[in-house]
């Protein structure tokens, strides 16, 4: 009665957790084995490079994981809310809670275990073709070269405590509904409990007025040419990230809110606005997810966007110098983007599918609105809009986290050697994000869109 099958439903519908676990997987054994290759070459085993690469890979490893357990907790959380029939049903014939929650944390971990297993193999499949390539072309050296390697076994080891913790946050606040409450769809949105609402407000403030006082710490010490600075300014984006992250569910409805505004106000624009943000909590972890993505390559980018726009400044550099080192930047900007942009399908794969699925949970409204004239070029320009109002909200509040942290990280480095603040605005990137953003509200919206309008009103409305 409490297996994971009758919890969680067909293996379909955890289909995000298998997919987002073998993304970190592909991506965490690419790293791996491309730190291992490249140590390979080296003079001496064990040198300087073959320790930072491995500093590097575990950091994006870090990041990934961090980004997929927002992602996994979201997905937990949207199933549970469209099954809420069937757990209160398992609920009046005498299931626990806590059995119901163990099930589903199984069920999580099972899934991301096995999602990563297979993103690991393809990833190392991948890693070491890309490498025989290179080979084959002169580009690498012909020596001995690992074909796998014991760290291997990181991503998996990483992901299961991950999707555990995920399944567990996701499911604790569906399955603390009463069976009664359950059954009316009244407990979908349960409210936290006002002493633990101002307990959340006033960590948030701390961690946000924390962060913000160590950023001007931190270009304080960047005047002053001391090297600390940019070691406090990442400690400083943290903590206002934490902030950001626990006060989250106080701030991001209303920006959705304002953003749904946007969109228009005819009757369909306000039954998407209302959509967008009728769950506060669902609406939150799903565009937090992308907020994460977009502020780590805004930030990566803006930084380094403001360390070339400094180099003409810099002392004790000569034209060629500042030429070659305009070089470095461009190259390291493109790697690291290109490393970092992985958190952001991660995040983009996570919010496409769960607009599928509320969409797909909201089967019976979407009928009722159809009954009550709405045409299906309606309907379809209704979900378009939910999505923009979500996605617009995080593309937006994410770059202008990016480009803050980003600037005030380069300032930290080199602020003793510029005249003034240095805003790196990189233009190209920031305009691939938001043409980015524009195809992510169609591919999230188009999709489940089509299949709710080929159901017919009356076949919607039938009890499921």
């Known amino acids: 009665m409490t297996s994971r099958g009758l919890v969680l439903g067909s293996p379909r519908e955890l289909g995000t ?45 870090g990041i990934a994981v961090y980004v997929a357990a927002i992602v996994i907790v979201n997905a937990v959380d949207t199933v549970l809310a469209g099954r809420l029939p069937q757990i209160a049903l398992l609920r009046l014939l005498g ?11 199984r069920g999580t971990t099972l899934t991301g275990i096995a999602g990563a297993q297979v993103g690991t193999v393809l990833g190392t499949v991948v890693a070491d073709a890309f ?18 390697t014991p760290l291997l076994v990181l991503p998996v080891l990483t992901m299961a405590p991950a999707c555990a913790l995920a399944g567990w946050v996701g499911s604790r606040r569906i399955l603390r509904a009463s069976p009664a409450g359950a059954l009316t769809d009244s407990a979908v949105a349960v409210p936290l409990h006002r002493r633990m609402s101002v307990l959340r407000v006033v960590v948030a403030v701390l961690l946000l007025a924390g962060g913000a006082l160590l950023l001007v710490l931190a270009m304080a010490l960047g005047e002053g040419s001391t090297a600390a600075g940019l070691i ?37 624009a306000r039954v998407a606005g209302r959509n967008a943000v009728l769950d506060p909590l669902r609406t939150t972890r799903s565009t ?7 502020t780590l390559v805004t930030t990566f980018a803006s930084g380094l966007r403001a360390l070339q726009r400094s180099v003409d400044s810099w002392e004790g550099l000569s034209p060629e110098q500042q030429v070659q080192t305009h070089q470095v930047l461009t190259t390291t900007t493109a790697i690291t983007v290109a490393i970092v942009v992985i958190s952001s399908v991660i995040s983009a794969v996570g919010f496409v599918s769960t607009m ?19 045409t299906r070029h309606q309907v379809r320009r209704m979900i378009t809009l939910e999505a923009a109002a979500l996605s617009g909200t995080a593309v937006a509040l994410g770059m202008a986290l990016g480009l803050v942290f980003g600037s ?25 994000i938001a043409v980015a953003g524009v195809l992510l509200v169609l591919a999230s919206a188009r999709p489940p869109a089509r299949r709710a309008i080929r159901v017919s009103p009356i076949e919607a409305l039938r009890v499921p």
């Not at 001496?44 to 575990?58: R, S």
């Not at 943290?238 to 992250?245: E, F, M, N, Q, R």
């Not at 005030?408 to 691939?432: E, H």
Request: hydrophobic share 55%; with cysteine.
């Open 131 to 148: 490498r025989v390539l290179l080979v084959s072309r002169g580009t690498m050296p012909d020596v001995e070269y690992p074909v796998v």
């Open 95 to 105: 299931a626990r809670g806590r059995s119901l929650r163990t099930a589903v944390i």
């Open 356 to 374: 599928s699925l509320t969409v797909i949970q909201r089967r019976r409204e979407i009928g009722l609105l159809r009954t009550l004239g709405l």
């Open 17 to 61: 957790v298998g997919l987002v676990s073998g993304l970190c997987g592909a991506y965490a054994a690419v790293l791996i084995m491309t730190a291992v290759i490249l140590s390979a070459t080296a003079r001496e085993p064990g040198d300087a490079m073959a320790a930072l690469l491995g500093v590097v890979a575990t950091v994006f490893i």
């Open 288 to 294: 937090m997810g992308l907020v994460v993505g977009v």
């Open 232 to 268: 406090v300014a990442f400690a400083g984006s943290v903590t206002a990230g934490t902030g950001l992250l626990v006060g989250a569910r106080f701030v991001i409805p209303g920006l959705v809110r304002a953003s749904g505004r946007l969109l228009g106000g005819g009757p369909v």
């Open 408 to 432: 005030v990280g380069a300032q930290s480095l080199v602020g003793s050697q510029t005249d003034g603040f240095v805003w790196g605005l990189p233009w190209g990137i920031l305009a691939v």
